[in-house]
T-cell receptor
């Protein structure tokens, strides 16, 4: 059974600061990663996905993927209080439509 | 596009009673997933359907949980003889066939078993 480990469990950053979140899969056959954001009392919503080695940037959000180490990271620059949420990482084994989710990183951005 | 619809939004049952949760996926989406979420366990996969066919129910507690997708417009998750440990938010998600395989989650059903 694949495991997806996220770190840290919780993170506090000041407004305007950089937040860095990590995610690693235990399955060598993983071929796709997603990052979802879940605000309190709401359902998860996809932020970004990545399947190729390297970096992908969308606005203030940057995702890195190192397939050799099965590690992805999410970086949020110029963090805003509205970024405060639970960030979930998900990974999919190649050929399998079912993603496995990590337990998440709880991010608090304080003004 | 109303998104994924889940009903009811909240359900309270007594121990031993049955609970049926409903999900209407986004029109045209081919896959439907069921998860449950708790603070302790996080987001746990239960089961999923593709083109209405059950594909993987490896996350379902076998004895009391069952799921169906009788047509492309709705799926149900039934829990028989509910127990307090079944209390959780049950999330349904649907996914289309293209792009980034993004799952679109419904608002969830909060089940409380007394």
């Amino acid at each position: 059974q694949q495991k997806v480990q996220q770190s840290p469990e919780s993170l506090i950053v000041p407004e305007g600061g950089m937040a860095s979140l990590n995610c690693t899969s235990s399955d060598r056959n993983v071929d796709y990663f997603w990052w979802y954001r879940q605000h309190s009392g709401k359902s998860p919503k996809m932020l970004m996905s990545i399947f190729s080695n390297g970096e992908k940037e969308e606005g203030r959000f940057t995702v890195h993927l190192n397939k050799a180490s099965l590690h992805t990271s999410l970086h949020i620059r110029d963090s805003q209080p509205s970024d405060s949420a639970l960030y979930l990482c998900a990974a999919r084994r190649g050929g399998n439509y079912k993603p496995t989710f990590g337990k998440g990183t709880s991010l608090v951005v304080h003004p | 596009n109303a998104g994924v619809i889940q009903t009811p939004r909240h359900k309270v049952t007594g121990k031993g009673q049955e609970a049926t949760l409903w999900c209407e996926p986004i029109s045209g989406h081919s896959a439907v997933f069921w998860y449950r979420q708790t603070i302790v366990q996080g987001l746990e996969f239960l089961t999923y359907f593709r083109n209405q066919a059950p594909i993987d129910d490896s996350g379902m507690p076998k004895e009391r949980f069952s799921a169906q997708m009788p047509n492309q417009s709705h799926s149900t998750l039934k829990i028989q003889s509910t127990q307090p440990q079944d209390s959780a938010v049950y999330l349904c998600a649907s996914r289309g066939t293209g792009g980034s395989y993004e799952q679109y989650f419904g608002p969830g059903t909060r089940l409380t078993v007394l």
